[in-house]
């Protein structure tokens, strides 16, 4: 299923305009939500890597990662919803879920067709929006899953340069 089409939304693909890494986020988020996200990465059989600095460990319970002492280092969650698409998820913070995702990986139709897919994953999962944000411009969404539309839409004017 195709929620949009690559020649609409190219331009919120493109590393010098948005950054290279958009920030991805599920706003409002519970520890409760995290673990759904933990346990959706595992009933799908996405591969993924968690890590806490260079070492790599079992995935916890999101409980346990997001009570980890503020001085602790900030573990990541690597996540491959295809072979050529990865999704890097930081424990920031339990109210929020967030992952970065490169550009450089989601040229074309076909990823971005595996990228809309997995935000709707997610957000169907949780039962709320998944919002991409230029690199570093938190809060000013250019698409995302919307819960209502239940498909990723476009939230912004393109981007021109």
Do not use: N
């Not at 698409?85 to 920031?92: C, E, Q, S, Y």
């Not at 067709?113 to 250019?142: A, N, Q, T, Y």
């Amino acid at each position: 299923m195709t929620d949009l089409l690559w020649d609409d939304v190219k331009c919120f693909f493109d590393a010098d305009l948005m950054g290279s890494l958009p920030d991805v986020r599920v706003p409002d988020a519970s520890v409760g939500e995290w673990q759904a996200v933990l346990d959706l990465v595992a009933e799908r059989g996405w591969k993924c890597q968690y890590s806490e600095g260079e070492r790599a460990l079992p995935v916890p319970r999101a409980e346990a990662v997001l009570s980890r002492s503020a001085d602790a280092e900030c573990p990541d969650l690597r996540v491959w919803p295809t072979v050529d698409v990865l999704a890097i998820f930081r424990f920031h913070a339990a109210d929020e879920v967030d992952f970065d995702i490169d550009l450089r990986e989601l040229q074309g139709q076909e990823r971005l067709d595996v990228f809309c897919g997995f935000l709707r994953e997610i957000g169907r999962r949780l039962g709320k929006p998944v919002l991409m944000d230029p690199e570093g411009d938190s809060g000013h969404p250019v698409l995302g899953f919307d819960v209502e539309a239940d498909r990723v839409v476009v939230f912004a004017e393109p981007l021109v340069r």
